[in-house]
């Protein structure tokens, strides 16, 4: 038998696992970890070209971060783990217009791209590999999938300890759920210092303002969730044992 204290716990514990994947998940497949606001654009032909190969080459199939990091910084751009988007007219003659009507245009990062080596100067190939922001790049998109498949691993537990009618594999769970937070916490980490890095190396627009989005926000937030979570079954783990184990030297005595 299972104490009503400790089948509490299990149940909030499970609850808080389930809302920090869904905000991790939601993190992920979502765009908005970083967001820039560029300087108004004057919609006339002298700077049309020059745009509109910003655009041809931010939806091109050879992926450079140069390619996509100036348009990110010029056209109000919007990056995450998986996709990158920028603020565009909908209509190619666009500069014809006083107010054009603009919209969204996203692309995906492919698998081979997220390994792909950064450099020391961006677009320069000749400068060098930077290590550190090529491992800070790979690290932030492999933490969340490992974050959440120790959650679903700890999943898979949790149910074959309903099966047997025991709470000796929730400490597992528990600790699959710490480590699982501590890799949501350095996803963000990653992000922030792989942004701040490639600041630096950059060429910034004037008037460049730049914010987080709300996508790193559910990232953050799923951390201390995992890490509740985590606590909780840990506590429940622990306390039934110590619980069993008076009971059993009572019984004996």
Known sequence: MVDNRYATALVIGSVLSLLACIYLSAAVGTQHWYQYHSPPIRHDASNASELRTLREEFRGEE???????????????????????????????????????????????????????????????????????????????????????????????????????????????????????????????????????????????????RSLGWSLYLALISSPLQMMAAALFLWAACSHRKNYTRMTAYRVA
């Open 63 to 209: 992926m450079d971060e140069k390619t996509y990091s100036d348009p990110l910084f010029r056209l109000n751009g919007t990056l995450g783990l998986w996709w990158r988007c920028v603020l565009v007219p909908a209509h190619s003659h666009w500069y014809q217009e006083p107010e054009p009507k603009m919209v969204t245009e996203c692309v995906s990062f492919t698998l081979p791209q997220q390994f792909e080596g950064k450099y020391k100067e961006p677009g320069n190939h000749n400068s060098g590999e930077d290590l550190i922001r090529t491992y800070l790049w790979r690290c932030q998109f492999l933490l969340p999938l490992v974050s959440l498949g120790l959650v679903f691993l700890s999943g898979l537990i949790g149910v074959c300890a309903c099966l047997c009618r025991s709470l000796t594999p929730t400490s597992v769970v528990g600790v699959l759920h710490l480590l699982a937070g501590l890799c949501s916490l350095a996803t963000v980490c990653c992000f922030l210092a792989g942004m701040d890095l490639l600041h630096r190396v950059s060429v910034l627009p004037e008037g460049l303002d």
